[in-house]
């Protein structure tokens, strides 16, 4: 995305005091990204300026038929008082199926992370219901990707495993 580094540079400057913190309305975060979402709930936040944006929260009932905790992406009201997500009830049955295979492919892959489990991360590949892959070539991506991400993945090269 070409603009990109103009938002780079007008979140730099706005970090830096250079620039004051405002919302470009020609940028919105669903035409170039979601970096000026960020600064859209900062400034609601601090404005005191209620809006309702599109934001990943836990699942606390705002979604009952998906797990709570679920990590979802739903409208909120957002304001001085923080991040208060609608309630949408249950989503259709179509989709409770796909969504809870992407809740449980994301948790697999935390899973993973946190104990440095190999086999995890092998499941977690084979998991995606949108990315069909065999156990030989999980296996195979699993051991390229430890190999070339290992100085950022120190849990999977303990001795104790």
């Not at 580094?5 to 940028?27: L, T, V, W």
């Not at 905790?69 to 957002?78: D, H, K, Q, R, T």
């Not at 990315?131 to 999977?156: G, V």
């Amino acid at each position: 995305m070409k603009e990109l580094p103009i938002q780079r540079e007008r979140f730099k400057a706005m970090a830096e005091g250079y620039s004051p913190i405002c919302m470009d309305p020609n940028m919105h975060h669903t035409f170039i990204a979601h970096g000026d979402l960020a600064t859209q709930i900062i400034t609601s936040m601090v404005t005191d300026t209620q809006k309702e944006l599109h934001v990943n929260v836990p699942n606390e009932g705002s979604i009952t038929n998906l797990p709570q905790g679920a990590i979802i992406e739903i409208p909120a009201l957002i304001d001085v008082r923080g991040i208060r997500p609608l309630y949408m009830g249950k989503i259709p049955k179509g989709l409770v199926g796909l969504t809870s295979a992407i809740i449980v492919w994301e948790e697999l892959t935390v899973d993973a992370a946190l104990a440095g489990d190999r086999n995890l991360v092998v499941q977690a590949l084979m998991a995606h219901p949108q990315w069909p892959i065999t156990l030989d070539k999980a296996e195979r991506l699993c051991d390229e990707m430890l190999k070339a991400h290992s100085k950022y993945l120190p849990q999977f090269s303990r001795s104790d495993k």
